[in-house]
């Protein structure tokens, strides 16, 4: 599965941002799909999962009520819509795809390149 994320961009505090993920290669639906992010000088952590139809999803705290992550299967696309960004969110989102649903990085096989987002104060 090649991944390839887009859609990342400089923001202002409270704005909003929908990142996108495509896949190609293999079943896109045998998958679930995670995002994840890095920010300066700080280890990649846990954004979003959803499971291979979309029926399930999860979050890291931080980002409850503010994200939420949808999928197109048929577009092979998965979306992560960003509101009310902080400050804090700034940092290189990445799409992961794993065959099991999960919030471990090390349980996804295949990763995307990543996309910078940056939030102004």
């Known amino acids: 599965v090649q991944l390839r994320a887009s859609g990342g961009g400089l923001v202002q505090a409270g704005g909003s941002l929908r990142l996108s993920c495509a896949a190609s290669g293999r079943t896109f639906s045998r998958y679930a799909m995670g995002w994840f992010r890095q920010a300066p000088g700080k280890e990649r952590e846990f954004v979003a999962s959803?499971?291979?139809?979309?029926?399930?999803?999860d979050y890291t705290d931080s980002v409850k009520g503010r994200f939420t992550i949808s999928r197109d299967n048929a577009k092979n696309t998965v979306y992560p819509q960003m509101n009310s960004l902080k400050p804090e969110d700034t940092a290189v989102y990445y799409c992961?795809?794993?065959?099991?649903?999960?919030?471990?990085?090390?349980?996804?096989?295949?990763w995307g390149q990543g996309t910078l987002v940056t939030v102004s104060s």
């Open positions: 959803i499971s291979w139809s979309g029926g399930g999803t």
């Open positions: 992961a795809a794993s065959t099991r649903w999960t919030i471990y990085e090390y349980e996804y096989e295949y």
